[in-house]
């Protein structure tokens, strides 16, 4: 598929994404996030794509994809936050394995956020540790909203691909 013909189907497909999106999250925000985290993924492979394949199906496979992971960064993110805020214990129903293993991924995780370029982990940090919705960020930093977006997304693939080298997934 060449990349005028997905720019078409991109936008034909991005209200069924965000509808997947708000469906799973309840959230505006970050539905949007599952949009443009999907149409990123997709954009990389489209040349790879031929127009006689499902592409909404597999639209639909990698939005619902990209929910469950930013469901997981989010949940890293919240654990993250009650540490930062005092409280190193994970849980108390974690065993010592668990604790330790909960204590090497916070590591990891800020390892990752500490490798991004400065505007990058700025911007990720906005949105993902202090809930700034994207209209926010743009607002404050005079970026783009759509670039934003694309900044945001493009760093947490960042930080996710580097936890999971890190953490050997």
């Not at 999106?21 to 999907?38: K, L, M, Y």
């Not at 654990?79 to 916070?106: C, I, N, W, Y």
């Not at 936890?163 to 050997?168: I, Q, S």
Request: with cysteine.
């Amino acid at each position: 598929m060449d990349k005028t013909t997905f720019e078409q189907t991109a936008a034909r497909l991005r209200p069924l994404i965000l509808r997947i999106g708000r469906d799973f999250f309840g959230s505006a925000d970050d539905a949007e996030d599952v949009a443009q985290e999907t149409l990123v993924q997709l954009w990389r492979y489209c040349e790879q794509l031929d127009e006689g394949r499902n592409v909404e199906a597999l639209a639909v496979r990698v939005a619902k994809n990209c929910c469950v992971n930013l469901k997981r960064r989010q949940h890293l993110t919240l654990v993250r936050g009650a540490d930062s805020m005092g409280d190193t214990s994970p849980s108390p129903h974690f065993s010592p394995h668990q604790e330790v293993e909960h204590k090497e991924g916070l590591s990891a995780l800020e390892e990752a956020i500490g490798q991004l370029q400065p505007r990058e982990r700025q911007l990720f940090e906005m949105r993902q540790q202090e809930g700034f919705s994207t209209e926010e960020i743009a607002r404050q930093t005079g970026i783009a909203k759509a670039s934003v977006q694309s900044m945001v997304a493009m760093a947490r693939k960042k930080v996710f691909n580097e936890m999971k080298r890190r953490m050997n997934l």
